[in-house]
């Protein structure tokens, strides 16, 4: 199919579905199949990062059903979103449809810049084979706020993230780490292999507990996210529990 005969149909959500390849198999409650799959996608979407540049990006953001994939492009000047839907080819991957996408916008935009012999006269003929629809709020990407600490140093003591907003965080660690000294103390016939860790995640979250560091992503939670500010694609953002 040609950008110009570009479609759109409504995204369907499915669950349990890998996000990078779409198999339903052996998928279970996880996102993806396997992380080779999954850097796989990023490998091939940053590959075209050339073609979000010319048409000077903001955000993008790529997901795809059965039958089609999406890219919807956040462009400086513009107030709408542009959506280019392209029907997918039975048998092949989201990412060998999203690179077949890219090369026929990347070729619509060179013959463009050829003839007229202007790169914004060109951006503006491949945005215009798009679909347009309103910037509303609902279509932003989402920020997401997180702890910046490692998952290891809470499954050691046996705490969760819930705990981490306590205003008795403090007395939580510490109980829980008595609590797993008397499992695993080397004196009470545990590993010390074992009792290093739990120390050590004890002093990290008793560190984090005395100065909180969060981390904050920006993204979606069903769509991969094109990052103009680093030029990098980042996978979906985790769902809240």
């Known amino acids: 199919m040609s950008a110009s ?10 669950k349990n579905f890998c996000l990078s390849c779409g ?3 052996n998928i279970n409650n996880r996102r993806y199949c396997s992380i080779r799959c999954r ?29 089609m994939i999406y890219l919807d492009i956040a462009a400086g000047g513009y107030k709408e979103i542009f959506r280019f839907s392209y029907q997918r080819n039975r048998g092949h991957k989201p990412s060998e449809d999203f690179g077949r996408m890219a090369n026929e916008l990347g070729k619509a935009w060179w013959e463009e810049e050829k003839k007229s012999q202007k790169k914004y006269l060109a951006s503006r003929h491949v ?10 709020a609902a279509a932003r990407p989402k920020v997401l706020t997180d702890y910046y600490i490692q998952k290891s140093s809470l499954s050691c003591l046996g705490i969760n993230k819930a705990d981490l907003e306590s205003k008795h965080l403090k007395t939580i660690i510490k109980n829980a780490y008595r609590r797993q000294a008397k499992l695993h103390h080397p004196d ?16 990290e979250l008793l560190r984090w507990a005395e100065n909180p560091h969060f981390i904050k992503r920006k993204g979606f939670a069903d769509r991969w996210f094109y990052d103009s500010e680093n030029k990098k694609w980042v996978q979906p953002l985790p769902l809240r529990k």
């Open 39 to 67: 850097q796989i996608l990023r490998q091939r979407l940053n590959a075209r990062n050339g073609l979000l540049e010319a048409l000077n990006t903001r955000w993008a953001a790529f997901y795809f059903s059965d039958s």
């Open 23 to 25: 198999t339903t198999e």
């Open 5 to 14: 005969k570009a479609v759109s149909i409504k995204h369907k959500t499915k």
């Open 188 to 203: 009470l016939g545990g590993y010390a292999a074992s009792f290093r860790k739990i120390n050590n995640a004890y002093k």
């Open 127 to 136: 945005l215009g084979l798009a679909q347009k629809s309103p910037m509303i």
